[in-house]
Each structure stands twice: as structure tokens, then as C-alpha cells.
């Protein structure tokens, strides 16, 4: 067996028997593979980020149709195995390093879409977004202060001007739809924080990764934490909601949504300070 062939075959066995739910560093997915075969595969012959879903080094050519087996996020692998639906972004590292990675497409369940030229350039804006938006969160703060506005008041305005921003134009690109039902009318979407922005420190008000896109029906249960989600993103439902209501409001014991590592961190505080469990 080849090297990949070896890779390919013990991360597909591992999902099958363990589930998607496993990180590794570099060194424990090498010691893992190794453990499954006699003829030992050399650490420096495994490089990891050549199977994954959200990173890619050499070139765009083929890449949806290559072997991806793995996540990568803050120097840590998550195992994923072939033919997973996965949905996330994509990021280029160009060997040229004066270049900083960017990102060039997106799988939505297990689909690839390359982006255009264009897409490209507003996704990079997104990314200057990111470095400005401690000190956006921290004006729109002291103008929510000058305005005197406190409790719900201060809720509201915050949301609108988070809703005004590039902020929810990132989270549309991220997620297309309510993150829960489905709904695609971007008129109806709503960029919601995870962590309160009331509770949120300021490098977290404005962080992708603290939002979800919801529908006004979700968007309301979260903010009032009849909802939450575990770790793996299923959803929990408060005992305060009763069967009626539930229907109502479209919430099942169904549903489900897809977290990555930072989306985990904001959830985890969510369970415990906001869901009315």
C-alpha cells in the first residue's frame, strides 16, 4: 500500500468506528496510522494539511476531487474521513509568504464551489473587517453610551448596527440561510451573537465566529435561550418550551447545525449563562 492509501483507509476505519468528533496534532494522526500497519510511515512523509477539507497549498487544480480526509483549525486536525458532507470555507496558502492566505472557495455539504475574482476581493475586505473590529465594537459602545440606551434598548440598537455592517455580510457568505430552517431571504436574516454582545468582551462583539444567521423565529429562541446547541450542534430545548409552542415555532429534537472550534468556545458559554435548561 502507498502512503496515502495506508492514510485513506485508517482515518475512514477510525470515523466508522469512533465518529466524527476526534482532533489530533500531527504527531498523534502519524503514531495512529502507524499503529495500524507493520511498515511504519516516516513523520516527515505524512503532511496532513495535503488531506484536508479547509486548506490547500499546492494549486487549485482538482482540488474537490482529491483525497479529504481532515479539518484543520489552530494547529489541530479533526477526522473526518472521505464523502463527508462538510461545509466551511477554504483557504489558499501561497508558497510565496510575503502573500497571506486568503480564502478561495467554500464546501457546502460536500459540495466544492471555486470562487470568482470578485468573491475573492469581498471576502478579503471581510478579512481587513476582522483586524478594525475591536476598535468598531468599541465606537459603537460609546455611541450606544452617549444615547444613554440601557437594557433592552441597548440590546436593539447594538443589533441593528451589527446588522448594518459587514459583519452580517460575513455571516450571509458563511451561511446562506438560517442556520436552522432553512429560510433564504436575506430580508428575513439576522446576524445573532452566540455570546450577548452585552456579555461579549471586545475583540468577541464582532468576531465571526461569536454569530450565527437565523430567521427572526430562531433568532428570538436563541436570544432568549429556549435553544442552544451541544459541542456536536445538536440542538437543546429548554423544558420552558412546551410541545405547542414547539411546533409553533419549528423546533424538533432534530435539528441540527454545524460548529467549528471558535463557533464551540461562544456555544459552551451560551449553555451555560443564556439556555433556560
Not at 476526534?22 to 504527531?27: D, E, F, I, L
Not at 502507524?34 to 511504519?40: A, I, Q, R, V
Not at 480526509?69 to 466551511?88: A, I, R, S, V, W
Request: hydrophobic residues 30%; charged residues 30%.
Amino acid at each position: 500500500m502507498t502512503i496515502r492509501e495506508k492514510v485513506i483507509k485508517a482515518i475512514n476505519e477510525y470515523v466508522a468506528k469512533n465518529g466524527y468528533d476526534t482532533w489530533m496534532s500531527r504527531k498523534e494522526i502519524t503514531e495512529y496510522i502507524n499503529s495500524c500497519y507493520k511498515e511504519k510511515i516516516n513523520y516527515n512523509s505524512l503532511l496532513p494539511p495535503d488531506y484536508c477539507y479547509n486548506r490547500y497549498n499546492s494549486g487549485l487544480s482538482d482540488f474537490a476531487n482529491k483525497d479529504r480526509l481532515l479539518e484543520y483549525n489552530d494547529g489541530m486536525f479533526k477526522l473526518l474521513g472521505e464523502n463527508y458532507p462538510y461545509t466551511g470555507d477554504v483557504w489558499h496558502y501561497p508558497s510565496d509568504r510575503n502573500i497571506k492566505p486568503y480564502i478561495f472557495g467554500r464546501w457546502e455539504n460536500g459540495i466544492f464551489r471555486l470562487y470568482s475574482n470578485s468573491e475573492v476581493e469581498d471576502i478579503k475586505k471581510e478579512e481587513s473587517f476582522k483586524t478594525e473590529a475591536t476598535s468598531i465594537a468599541v465606537n459603537i459602545d460609546r455611541e450606544l453610551d452617549l444615547h444613554g440606551l440601557k437594557g433592552e434598548e441597548r440590546i436593539a440598537a447594538s443589533k441593528v448596527r451589527v446588522n448594518q455592517s459587514i459583519y452580517r455580510t460575513g455571516l450571509l457568505r458563511r451561511y446562506k440561510t438560517c442556520c436552522l430552517c432553512g429560510v433564504s431571504n436575506t430580508n428575513l436574516l439576522i446576524a445573532s451573537h452566540i455570546k450577548p454582545w452585552s456579555e461579549a468582551e471586545a475583540e468577541e462583539k464582532l468576531d465571526f465566529d461569536n454569530g450565527l444567521l437565523l430567521c427572526p423565529n430562531h433568532d428570538k429562541l436563541f436570544d432568549q435561550g429556549y435553544i442552544s446547541f451541544n459541542d456536536n450542534g445538536k440542538i437543546m430545548i429548554s423544558e420552558e418550551l412546551d410541545e405547542m409552542n414547539r411546533l409553533f415555532v419549528n423546533v424538533n429534537d432534530n435539528m441540527k447545525l454545524s460548529l467549528n472550534r471558535g463557533n464551540i468556545k461562544y456555544m459552551k458559554y451560551h449553555r451555560e449563562h443564556i439556555f433556560k435548561g
